[in-house]
C-alpha cells in the first residue's frame, strides 16, 4: 500500500484519487481554498490547505507519503520553475520515493529540466506525464499508470 500526496487536488486531482483510493491507497489532497476541502472529502482523499508556492505548507503532509503527485500542469508561473525545484530537492530526504510531474500537456522545458536533473543528481525516480487534460479518459488512465508505475506497482 502507497500512500499518495497530490498537489494540486481540483478536477483532475479528484479524480485520480478516486482512482487510486480504488485501488486501495490512501490519499492526501491539497488545495489553497478552503471552501475546495469538502470537494476533496468527497473524492475520499484526506484533504489538506496547503500552497505549492509556500512549500512550508506542504512539507507537513509529506509525512507517510510515498510519492508526490505534482498536478500543477494548467498552472503559470514558479510551480513549473523554482518551486518545483525546491520541492524535489526537499522530497529527496523524505520517504517520499518520487514524484509525478504533470505538464498539462504543453511544452514545460523549465520543469522537464528540473525533474530530469532530479533523476541525475538523485537517482529520484520521476514519472513525466504529458498527456493533455482535455482528454480526460486519457488523462486519467495515464495519471493512474504514471503514479502506480512510480513505484511498481501495476
Not at 68 to 84: S, Y
Request: with cysteine; hydrophobic share 45%; aromatic share 6%.
Amino acid at each position: 500500500m502507497a500512500r499518495f500526496l497530490i498537489v494540486g487536488c481540483g478536477c483532475r486531482g479528484q479524480s485520480l484519487a478516486r482512482e487510486l483510493i480504488a485501488a486501495g491507497h490512501p490519499v492526501r489532497g491539497t488545495t489553497r481554498d478552503p471552501a475546495r476541502v469538502a470537494a476533496i472529502e468527497a473524492a475520499g482523499a484526506e484533504a489538506v490547505v496547503a500552497d505549492p508556492h509556500r512549500l512550508a505548507t506542504l512539507m507537513p503532509y509529506l509525512d507517510g507519503a510515498s510519492a508526490v503527485l505534482w498536478l500543477m500542469g494548467t498552472a503559470d508561473g514558479p510551480v513549473h520553475g523554482t518551486r518545483l525545484e525546491s520541492m524535489l530537492e526537499f522530497i529527496v530526504d523524505t520517504p517520499a520515493r518520487g514524484l509525478v510531474y504533470e505538464t498539462g500537456g504543453v511544452e514545460r522545458e523549465d520543469g522537464v529540466f528540473a525533474v530530469r536533473c532530479a533523476v541525475e543528481t538523485y537517482q529520484m525516480p520521476v514519472e513525466i506525464l504529458e498527456t493533455d487534460p482535455a482528454d480526460h479518459e486519457r488523462w486519467l488512465a495515464d495519471a493512474r499508470a504514471a503514479a502506480l508505475g512510480l513505484l511498481g506497482i501495476t
